[in-house]
């Protein structure tokens, strides 16, 4: 039976971590998946992250089960961090631990399928697997343009998606760092976008997974703190991969906010059935690490301190690609506007793989390329490669 399966095509972003691995040229820039990279081009473990997971070794005196929720003290600890003070403390809001943001995504989806949705808006380009999600799920993608040429977020595709949507929809959002354009929406547009959400029974999804890596906590939370202050009932997948650097340790959170504590709670119940029947319950060690920060004070300032100077770096490279000006064909300025990890470049497949084969340079197919991978070691001559192949 199962030799009737098709061969899938190995994911493109996860397949460049093994085609970087694997070539051997000293100088190679990884511009790959997000991941961040240091000055020197590590992704060390935070220190703030190794602190707690010695106390954790030295204080955990179980790993017997918890439940479908995962460790409540570090979903409850994030609260005041990701929503302020948006945060309701009326028993509208409520949230449980997931498996990476991506477990969050996928039950927020999932989620919102069960109480009706068919179709789900999202601005286009988005990260890969939020299509792949949606795909999975049987659930339809109604796509607007995210992005305009000139590096502004197009709120002319927005408006109208929304104003043709209408029961039984969905849409999702980037919180913050957009993945993979860099395009953020301003305060204003995010002001526009939940006055649209107010008037409408379109029901927000705000991925938000570079918390801290754009602006600061609380700038990035911006829009997902005026939304939910807007409209009654909002979901929110929330990663903590980039921002506690946790990628293989698969944390992450998923709240939902409701119109009442009642229908919180049932919604809740419905996410822990269908976290039982998916992945059961999410992995412990990560979550857990992180509540031991949230809970103290000095670990939680130099997790904030730590997160500071990364964004402070990519902020860095952003103004540095932003003064080269053009390299070929590529206008680089936008980048100096646009936040968090990722930009999109105007280079075609053949361009990409050029990139790779003469200079080493790996970015996704798509022209995306991850600006927490440069350093000021290698800026230069990604720089020159780029101009060498689009030139
Ligand atoms: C990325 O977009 O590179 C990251 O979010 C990693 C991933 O899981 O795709």
């Not at 009654?232 to 903590?240: I, N, T, W």
């Not at 919180?264 to 060690?285: E, F, G, K, V, Y």
Request: with cysteine.
């Amino acid at each position: 039976m199962l030799n009737r399966l098709e061969e899938q095509a190995p994911d493109a972003l996860l397949a460049l971590i093994k085609l970087f691995t694997a070539d051997e040229r000293a100088d190679k820039i990884d511009l790959g998946v997000g991941v961040y990279k240091t000055a020197d081009g590590a992704t060390p473990v935070f220190e703030a992250i190794k602190g707690a997971e010695q106390r954790l070794v030295d204080t955990q005196d179980s790993k017997s089960y918890l439940g479908p929720e995962g460790d409540l003290g570090f979903v409850n600890g994030l609260i005041p961090h990701i929503f302020g003070d948006a945060a309701s403390d009326d028993g509208r809001m409520d949230g449980m631990q997931t498996p990476g943001g991506t477990g969050a995504v996928r039950l927020a989806l999932a989620l919102a399928q069960k109480g009706g949705v068919t179709r789900v808006l999202m601005g286009t380009p988005s990260w890969p697997n939020h299509a792949q999600i949606l795909g999975d799920l049987s659930l339809e993608l109604v796509a607007f343009d995210h992005a305009n040429s000139d590096g502004t977020a197009n709120m002319d595709g927005l408006r109208s998606a929304l104003a043709n949507a209408g029961e039984g929809d969905a849409i999702l959002l980037h919180g913050c760092c957009h993945n993979p354009t860099g395009v953020d929406y301003t305060p204003a547009e995010w002001d526009e976008i939940a006055a649209l959400l107010k008037d409408s029974p379109v029901i927000p999804i705000i991925d938000l997974a570079y918390q801290g890596l754009g602006q600061g906590m609380d700038e990035d939370a911006y829009g997902l703190r005026t939304v939910m202050a807007a409209v009654p009932e909002v979901m929110v997948a929330y990663s903590c991969d980039k921002n506690f650097g946790m990628y293989r340790d698969r944390v992450g959170a998923f709240y939902v906010q409701t119109a009442d504590a009642e229908t919180t709670s049932r919604a809740i119940s419905n996410a822990s059935a269908l976290a039982r029947a998916s992945w059961s319950m999410p992995p412990d060690h990560g979550g857990a690490a992180i509540r031991i920060i949230l809970e103290d004070a000095g670990l939680t300032q130099r997790w904030l301190d730590e997160l500071t100077s990364m964004r402070e770096r990519i902020g860095e490279v952003r103004s540095t690609l932003a003064a080269s000006g053009t390299a070929g064909s590529v206008d680089l300025t936008p980048l100096g506007k646009q936040r968090g990890m990722f930009a999109m470049l105007p280079v075609s497949k053949e361009q990409v793989q050029q990139l790779r084969k003469d200079h080493a340079v790996y970015m996704a197919g798509s022209g995306r390329i991850n600006v927490a991978g440069l350093t000021l070691g290698n800026i230069d001559a990604f720089v020159a490669a780029l101009t060498d192949v689009t030139g």
